[in-house]
């Protein structure tokens, strides 16, 4: 299991940006597949984004495409994701994700097997 921390949530106006930070202590990340998944009250986990170790190949959600950007900072052993012209119904509690990259890989929550705990993301006016 991977010590992940998540941190950056808040609240922000439609239209507004955020970035989240997902850091670990005791593993290198660059390693790992890193996912960013949320969960709004009532609704199922869903995938927003992930990385790939190695050739770094990214997947986004199609409600994220071309407004959420996932990247890597391997000097601060960090994944990043900012969230630009965020909307209501990105409000959600956002989670990192990660786990080391085997052949079935897929962005998808029940690939990974180390979470951190989660940051609140609200976006009201």
């Known amino acids: 299991q991977v010590q992940l921390v998540e941190s950056g949530g808040g609240s922000v106006q439609p239209g507004g940006s955020l970035r989240l930070s997902c850091a670990a202590s005791?593993?290198?990340?660059?390693?790992?597949?890193i996912g960013w998944f949320r969960q709004a009250p009532g609704k199922e986990r869903e995938g927003v984004t992930c990385i790939k170790s190695g050739d770094g190949r990214t997947y986004y959600a199609d409600s994220v495409k071309g407004r959420f950007t996932i990247s890597r900072d391997n000097a601060k052993n960090t994944v990043y994701l900012q969230m630009n012209s965020l909307k209501p119904e990105d409000t959600a509690v956002y989670y990192c994700?990660?786990?080391?990259?085997?052949?079935?890989?897929?962005?998808?929550?029940?690939?990974?097997?180390?979470w951190g705990q989660g940051t609140q993301v609200t976006v009201s006016s």
């Open positions: 005791e593993v290198t990340l660059d390693f790992y597949v």
């Open positions: 994700a990660a786990e080391p990259p085997y052949m079935h890989y897929e962005c998808t929550s029940r690939y990974f097997g180390s």
